[in-house]
């Protein structure tokens, strides 16, 4: 269980902070080009998206692997998750189906290291 689900941070944290450099960084005509949604949304809040998710993948990570405050990855996993329930529902409406599935594995897999870190297998802080 333990090797899963750093297994399953790493992913995550790995494909959170790729995307979150993508809506962070990418000027907003060509990050409309890359990811259509980006065009329906105010700057601002793409912008935040992709913050959230970089800071999320932080959070995966850093506090767990240093054993400082290692109940913030849960509540990471928790965030990431909101976000991706959040971006099934944008491309359910805006009807681009295709991105569906994405949005269940992450978040499906953010559930999951959220469940995991909680009750399974939470790491313990440094004493």
Known sequence: MRV????????????????????????????????????AVPAALARFIGAAEIVGALGLLLPALMRIRPALTPMAAGGLATIMVLATVVHFVRGEMSLVPVNLVLGGLAVFVWWGRTKKAPILPKT
């Open 4 to 39: 899963g689900l750093w297994v399953a941070q790493v992913v995550l944290a790995v494909a959170f902070a790729f995307a979150g450099q993508l809506h962070l960084l990418t000027p907003i005509p060509a990050l409309v080009e890359q990811a259509a949604w980006a065009g």
